[in-house]
């Protein structure tokens, strides 16, 4: 492995445990000003629709795994195939469990941190 595909193997890891810690700030960080996530049924949207829709979910409890099935880094840029799993569970309401996966775009920026530059996820 190199040392690419590690440090875009951390910044998954980073992603689930913020996720999970419900830490909006450090997943942010770890998107691209120009970010663009793709999801079913909606239109393509940026950093700060995403910001915004992250806020909105704070205090539910999200447990979830994500199992890289392959890597491609082509300079600057790289791609991967996810298969993510992950259960939320908002305040007093029933667990909701989506599964699928996903096609995620990252680069490496100005100070050599890679970051989710497109995402299109298809978890249902």
């Known amino acids: 492995m190199t040392d690419d595909e590690r440090a875009i193997r951390d910044l998954v ?3 689930m445990t913020a996720s999970k810690a419900g830490d909006t700030e450090t ?4 998107v691209a000003d120009d970010v663009v996530f793709m999801l ?3 239109e ?3 950093k700060a629709q995403f910001a ?5 979910q704070q205090g539910m409890q999200i447990e979830g795994t994500s199992k890289i099935i392959e890597i491609q880094v082509l300079g600057d840029w790289a791609f991967m195939r996810n298969y993510v799993d992950v259960t939320v ?6 667990p909701i469990r989506r599964a699928g996966h ?3 775009v990252v680069r490496k920026n100005e100070d050599g941190r890679w970051q989710l530059a497109r995402d ?5």
């Open 13 to 15: 890891d980073a992603w």
């Open 27 to 30: 997943i942010l960080s770890l």
């Open 40 to 42: 079913p049924g909606h």
């Open 44 to 46: 393509p949207f940026g």
């Open 52 to 56: 915004e829709m992250s806020t909105r």
């Open 89 to 94: 569970a908002p305040p007093g309401a029933a």
């Open 102 to 104: 996903t096609l995620t």
């Open 120 to 124: 299109a996820n298809l978890v249902v």
